[in-house]
């Protein structure tokens, strides 16, 4: 249908905006990623408290924009097709104003959402303040990075990778709903949330090739990215090992909060899988935060799969958010291809963290669609065909490039582009980090204690006499 003039009053400022009419679609009840039940789908955004009643059955996910690209409607079981608002292309303020105006059960999730807000000044990365299109060019540039550093791996340039594809709105959504002082413990998945927060392709490309600019100074295996400027700690490989570590980091959080008031609130954030949830870091955690009532997130990825043990074997319950009653702790279960609602479900539960000194369970259901790790073969214990559908029908790329398309902020030469764009600035990140030195090696011997102990001191000498002994500078 060809669009039609028409003036829109209040909140879009008597502005001149389009409008066009599009086709009547299903609004979906239900969903369900991997080996997980058919779960019911909500509008509301409820972070269930430990007083409350719990959901009867399942668990619903909460969920704001469908995989076609468009907000769902309340109560109804199909999406309107009544005029669409069309705001005037790149502008987040009437952007935000147009979602509100056709989406008032939305309203107080869009009107405080972070990316619906132009930043006060240009991101160094996107040399733009719109926080949106920052967060559609990042999910880009993650899965390129993903798709050539594994690529990396597999050349034999690098030693390991883990790729994030088909998880990217949970780092993006997530991480723009955070504040900079809030401190982030993740697993091994959540390189996004570093990216939102400034780590470069440089930087990314120098920590999986171990070069001397890596900060890890090239003790870490790729992809375990750590940032101190940037309150990202390091990441470790045993599982679980970070939830405790969040716990303690929130209870510091919480002491310094009661004895400096006026200082700027913190909480923190520790990311796990659906499989860490089944280690005992993550049951001495949740029962330490819930008693101690530390201001912080648990947030699961529950992506299908632990490594090849799918959630049937994993679990027998309702997922993981289903366990935060019994700690006494808040929950919520968000769709986590849906970066709208994981932004707003954090921003949430952040809230809630910070007004009541307590901990929030949110699990993001998702679904991974990449191997595990360069060491793993996920056709041995999954149906290729099962990644396809996963990847056509549930993408949270392809379903953000959809909402982005219907208001005209988008289109396939403008994600064309991007894609383009992104690739060169990844393989031109690559081969700087590749080309240069290792760490020094008498940097293995520091930054662990204040003053080298003896038997440090003892193993450097060593060292250095065999170096000298085979003529190895």
């Known amino acids: 249908m060809v669009p039609v003039k028409h003036k829109v009053k209040n909140q879009l400022k008597e502005k001149v905006v389009l409008e066009t009419h599009y086709k009547e679609e299903h609004l979906p ?67 935000q104003s147009a979602l509100i105006l056709q989406y008032p059960h939305f309203a107080d999730q869009l009107q405080s959402s972070i990316l ?5 000044n240009d991101y160094p990365d996107t040399q733009s303040n719109n926080t949106l299109l920052r967060a ?58 570093l990216m939102w927060r400034g780590f470069t392709l440089d930087q990314f490309c120098n920590q999986c090739f171990s070069n001397d600019l890596d900060l890890g100074k090239g003790r870490q295996m790729p992809v375990h990215y750590g940032c101190r400027a940037l309150n990202y700690q390091t990441i470790s490989s045993p599982l679980g090992t970070q939830i405790t570590q969040a716990v303690g980091a929130a209870y510091k959080f919480k002491l310094e909060a009661m004895a400096n008031p006026e200082k700027e609130a913190a909480i923190s954030i520790v990311y ?64 986590g291809n849906d970066i709208f609602a994981v932004h707003a479900a954090v921003a949430k539960a952040r809230k809630l963290a910070l007004e ?55 289109d396939d030469n403008g994600v064309a582009s991007i894609e383009d764009e992104e690739r060169i600035a990844v393989i031109r990140a690559m081969k700087a980090a590749e080309v240069r030195p290792h760490p020094k090696l008498d940097t293995m011997f520091t930054d662990v204690y204040h003053e080298k102990p ?20």
């Open 272 to 335: 796990f899988g659906d499989g860490a949830a089944s280690t005992v870091d993550f049951h001495s955690g949740c029962n330490f935060a819930a008693t101690l009532k530390t201001p912080m997130i648990f947030f699961c990825r529950n992506n299908g799969f632990a490594i090849s043990t799918p959630v049937e074997d994993q679990y027998a319950g309702d997922g993981i958010v289903s366990r935060a009653p019994g700690y006494g702790m808040a929950g919520i279960r968000v769709d």
């Open 136 to 193: 559609h060019r990042q999910m880009i540039r993650l899965r390129t990075m993903d798709t050539i550093l594994h690529n990396a791996q597999r050349q034999g340039r690098i030693s390991f990778y883990m790729t994030h594809h088909g998880e990217e709105a949970i780092h993006m959504g997530s991480a723009s709903a955070l504040q900079p002082q809030d401190h982030i413990f993740a697993q091994y998945r959540e390189a996004g949330s």
């Open 29 to 95: 009840s239900h969903f369900s990623y991997a080996g997980n039940d058919s779960m019911p789908i909500t509008s509301e955004l409820k972070i269930v408290l430990p007083e409350e009643d719990v959901p009867s059955g399942i668990w619903p996910v909460f969920r704001m924009m469908d995989e076609s690209g468009n907000f769902r409607q309340e109560n109804t079981a199909r999406h309107s097709n009544s005029t669409k608002i069309v705001p005037e292309q790149y502008d987040l303020s009437q952007l």
């Open 356 to 410: 009541t000194s307590t901990p929030v369970m949110i699990e993001a259901m998702t679904y991974r669609q990449g191997h595990h790790s360069t060491s793993d073969d996920s056709s041995r214990y999954r149906d290729t065909d099962e990644v396809q559908l996963a990847t056509d029908v549930s993408d949270p790329l392809v379903r953000f490039d959809r909402f982005l398309k219907h208001f005209g902020w988008m």
């Open 116 to 120: 619906l807000q132009p930043s006060k």
């Open 454 to 473: 003896p038997h440090l001191v003892r193993q450097e000498e060593e060292m250095k006499r065999h170096l000298t002994k085979y003529n190895i500078s």
